[in-house]
């Protein structure tokens, strides 16, 4: 089955700067990587996500990059502000087959703090 | 519009009481999930369902029962619960293939 990486588990930056997550995949049939945030006391919450036929997906200080051939795939987020500060979770999955599909498998998660 | 909430927050029970944990969606989304988060384990896949009436196993789907009678809702029981089921619970729902979004959670103890 899928095994997903995430590096590292925990990420300190000043306020402005950028922050990047790298996680690698196993299973090169995985095409669905969602990126999940997750703050105190709450369930994860869906910032974005990319598909394999896409090498790169933006979202105003959010983006996703997907190299396929290495397996891997990162989270950069620009101009860090204190409300960024959260967990992150990256995931994937084979999301066309039936025996995969929904069967999300998480990273392991990476706690950012971002210091005003 | 809450779109989808978890019932309870939080729940202290004893070992081997059945405990039963309610999940609501509003969307009419086909598919719901579960998954229990523990330290060092991240999200895993206890159950999921495609449809009413239609459930499939996850990752860690040993002691949980589910059933999925109406659209909206998706329970969660532990038939007999044990001290390694003290978790916090997601359920999630999603449109299609894709996308899940996720409820608030139920942090559960199992004493």
């Known amino acids: 089955g899928e095994n997903v990486e995430q590096h590292p588990s925990t990420l300190s930056v000043q306020e402005g700067d950028s922050a990047v997550i790298k996680c690698t995949y196993s299973?090169?049939?995985?095409?669905?990587f969602p990126w999940y945030k997750q703050e105190l006391g709450k369930g994860p919450q869906l910032i974005i996500d990319i598909r394999s036929n896409v090498g790169e997906k933006k979202d105003q200080r959010i983006a996703v990059t997907l190299n396929k051939t290495a397996k891997h795939f990162s989270l950069h987020i620009t101009e860090t502000q204190p409300e960024d500060s959260a967990v992150y979770f990256c995931a994937a999955t084979n999301a066309l087959t039936t025996d995969s599909w929904g069967k999300l498998q998480f990273g392991a998660g990476t706690q950012v703090v971002v210091t005003p | 519009d809450a779109g989808i909430t978890q019932s309870p927050r939080y729940k202290i029970t004893e070992t081997g009481r059945q405990v039963t944990l309610m999940c609501h969606q509003t969307?009419?989304?086909?598919?719901m999930f579960w998954y229990r988060q523990d330290l060092g384990h991240g999200l895993r896949l206890i159950y999921y369902s495609a449809a009413a009436d239609i459930t499939d196993k996850g990752e860690v789907p040993d002691g949980y029962v589910v059933s999925r009678s109406k659209t909206e809702n998706f329970p969660l029981t532990l038939e007999s619960a044990t001290r390694s089921q003290t978790s916090v619970y997601f359920c999630a729902t999603g449109p299609g293939l894709y996308e899940q979004y996720f409820g608030p959670g139920t942090r559960l103890t199992v004493t």
């Open positions: 969307w009419s989304h086909s598919y």
């Open positions: 299973d090169s049939a995985s095409n669905y």
